[in-house]
């Protein structure tokens, strides 16, 4: 049996996806959740390993690292798709979201990244990866969502520094999506302003993602590099 994949946020929509898509191929699942949702139980029952694990909370961080190292010696990749997607606040006084964002985002994944290295160095055959979930808008900017797009630009860039500092063995790359999934409370008059502004006018869905997923499993020369899944947006004035 492969070593497992360990995957942050599994609890719905594209972790959970993703998770599924692993256990579907026969790879082990290692993952976190914050909020026990009904995908959590699903990934349970399917075999996946699972912890809780509030990011927000050192305490929690901790512990969630040191069970990693404790029960699980090697990994093939570590997947961090924990995200929050808060606006920016009223207050332009206080910095809360912002560093809140900048923790889920930039915080953790520096820490996962550099406190798990040895269990992915195990788990390289010939290579075990990193790969980063960031967003398109890490590269464009937010006017409603700046301390987001801002934390996200940050793990863009600590894709060029880790797949420096951890290679050959560990390949460490990006995928920033637009558009993949609407939510369900997404009513009709935002889906068409959000699908007006790419030229591929539709969701990029869990199936194209979970593609870029594999491609970069299974690629043996690419590192440091970020695929961009936004259906042409960067084409549109």
């Not at 256990?23 to 699903?42: D, M, Q, S």
């Not at 930039?106 to 290579?127: E, H, I, M, S």
């Not at 050959?168 to 959000?194: H, R």
Request: hydrophobic residues 40%; contains cysteine.
């Amino acid at each position: 049996m492969s070593d497992p994949v360990l995957i942050t946020g599994v609890g719905k929509r594209l972790g959970l996806a993703t998770a599924k898509h692993m256990i579907a191929r026969g790879i082990p699942v290692i993952g976190t959740y914050r909020t026990l949702r009904p995908g959590v139980k699903e990934l349970s029952d399917a075999g996946a390993t699972l912890y809780p694990c509030d990011f927000y909370q050192e305490a929690s961080l901790k512990g969630l690292v040191a069970l990693l190292r404790d029960r699980h010696p090697a990994l093939r990749a570590l997947v961090h798709n924990a995200s929050d997607w808060n606006p920016d606040e009223k207050d332009d006084t206080s910095t809360s979201v912002f560093c809140r964002m900048m923790q889920i985002h930039a915080t953790v994944p520096y820490l996962l990244n550099r406190a798990l290295k040895t269990q992915l160095a195990r788990g390289a055959k010939p290579f075990a990866d990193i790969i980063h979930i960031s967003d398109y808008v890490a590269s464009t900017g937010s006017k409603k969502h700046i301390a987001y797009a801002a934390s996200k630009a940050a793990l863009d860039n600590m894709t060029l520094s880790f797949a420096a500092a951890f290679g050959p063995e560990i390949k460490v790359n990006t995928i920033a999506p637009a558009l993949m999934l609407f939510n369900p409370g997404d009513d009709d008059n935002y889906q068409s302003k959000a699908l007006a502004k790419a030229v591929i006018q539709t969701e990029g869905g869990e199936e194209e993602f979970l593609r870029c997923i594999d491609y970069l499993l299974e690629s043996t020369y690419i590192t440091g590099q970020c695929l961009t899944l936004n259906g042409g947006r960067h084409l549109r004035n």
